[in-house]
């Protein structure tokens, strides 16, 4: 069973998409047993078809800049 970080990781980096067929398995039994990674899954999936919709392009230099203001307001949402 993989963790919590090791299935956050997998889904942020579209690893997921090239895992073999039991990684695939192993993550998507944590997604149905874990509200927390599914959540951060639908999140992320949220995020990715907001971007295809405004066509927007994010210079490389100011992703990182973004990602901390996302996880700021995340926080003071919980």
Known sequence: MYSCK?????????????????????????????????????QLRALAQLLRQTQTAVPPSEVEDIKTRIVARLSRKL
């Open 6 to 42: 090791e299935v956050a990781r997998c889904i942020a980096s579209d690893e997921y998409l090239t895992a073999g067929l039991f990684k695939k398995l192993g993550i998507r039994l944590h997604l149905l047993m874990c509200h927390y990674c599914s959540r951060y899954r639908d």
